[in-house]
């Protein structure tokens, strides 16, 4: 069974730098995209950043020059280095990858369970 754990959240003050991690575990034959997102108080969950298997990544233009995604397939886990916080980036984070859990699975669409991160002084 696929399971996707993220971590890495807390409290940090604007300015300063968090490290957020998601790893897949289980029977996992392939991965493909994988995505953070986050979800603020209020409002509707937005898509943050987006890497491929080959690297590709591409980020919200809101967290553009500050958040970078990467991963390692070794591990099948994703990273997102987040830099020059602001009281906006407040927000649950959640991974999400795209899994094949074997050579005849099909594609589907995992979630972790989210990690909270709160920019405040």
């Known amino acids: 069974q696929v399971r996707l754990v993220d971590s890495g959240g807390g409290l940090v003050q604007p300015g300063g730098s968090l490290s957020l991690s998601c790893a897949a575990s289980g029977t996992i034959f392939s991965t493909s995209a994988m995505r953070w997102y986050r979800q603020a108080p209020g409002k509707q969950r937005e898509l943050v950043a987006a890497?491929?298997?080959?690297?590709?990544?591409n980020t919200a233009d809101s967290v553009k020059g500050r958040f970078t995604i990467t991963r390692d397939n070794t591990k099948n886990t994703v990273y997102l280095q987040m830099n020059s916080l602001k009281p906006e980036d407040t927000a649950v984070y959640y991974c999400n990858a795209n899994l094949r859990e074997r050579l005849w699975s099909t594609t589907n669409i995992y979630w972790g369970q989210g990690t909270k991160v709160t920019v405040s002084s």
């Open positions: 890497i491929d298997s080959g690297g590709s990544s």
